[in-house]
């Protein structure tokens, strides 16, 4: 089955400071990736996400790559802000007639003002 | 995206017992899934819950710990059966993004936080 790897699991940036996190997956049949923002106590946020079928995507501070060959994707946060502070969760979605979500470990990510 | 609510939000049991957990959504949705996510780890898939019929058990959960059941297309609930101290864990409610038509663009419930003593 799919397995989706996340690194780093801790990231430490001061606030400005570009953030990149990156995820591998296994199967190469999976065409959705999103990835979901995770502040403490509360439920995971959907932040951004692509299809197999596109390269990148930009969403403000916010953007996603995809290198299909090397089934590996990251998630770019530019000028970082305390309030970006939160896990960070990479997922694979591979659909076989109804589609299975697959979680990477989860990036911790602070913020240092 | 859909509204998802879940119920209870938080509750503390004894071993051996079972807790019911509901899931409602405020529109019709086509996939609902039902994860864990145990103190500071990911997002464990559980079972997708079919509406109709069985639920579909990832690798590692049975029917008979955690049965589900999904009697229409915006409410599901999920059982969890005798349970242990290693149930302890934030049970999460996800669906689809709904309007009729399976999107795997996923959305999520505020979650359970359950206790086993």
């Known amino acids: 089955g799919e397995n989706v790897e996340q690194h780093p699991s801790t990231l430490s940036v001061q606030e400005g400071d570009s953030a990149v996190i990156k995820c591998t997956y296994s199967d190469s049949a999976s065409n959705y990736f999103p990835w979901y923002k995770q502040e403490l106590g509360k439920r995971p946020q959907l932040i951004i996400d692509i299809r197999s079928n596109v390269g990148e995507k930009k969403d403000q501070r916010i953007a996603v790559t995809l290198n299909k060959t090397a089934k590996h994707f990251s998630l770019h946060i530019t000028e970082t802000q305390p309030e970006d502070s939160a896990v960070y969760f990479c997922a694979a979605s591979l659909n076989t007639g109804g589609f299975k979500t697959i979680f990477g470990a989860g990036t911790r990510l602070f913020v240092k003002a | ?117």
């Open chain 2, 1 to 117: 995206s859909a509204v998802i609510s879940q119920k209870p939000s938080r509750d503390i049991c004894q071993r051996g017992t079972s807790l019911t957990i509901q899931c409602q959504v405020d529109s019709q949705v086509t996939m609902m899934f039902w994860y864990r996510q145990q103190p500071g780890q990911s997002l464990t898939l559980i079972a997708t819950a079919n509406q109709g019929s069985e639920a579909t058990y990832e690798s590692g959960f049975v029917i008979d710990k955690f049965p589900i059941s999904r009697p229409n297309l915006t409410f599901s609930t999920l059982t969890v059966s005798n349970m242990s101290p290693e149930d302890s864990s934030i049970y999460l409610c996800s669906v689809d993004r709904g309007g009729g038509a399976s999107t795997d663009t996923q959305y999520f419930g505020p979650g359970t936080r359950l206790t086993v003593l």
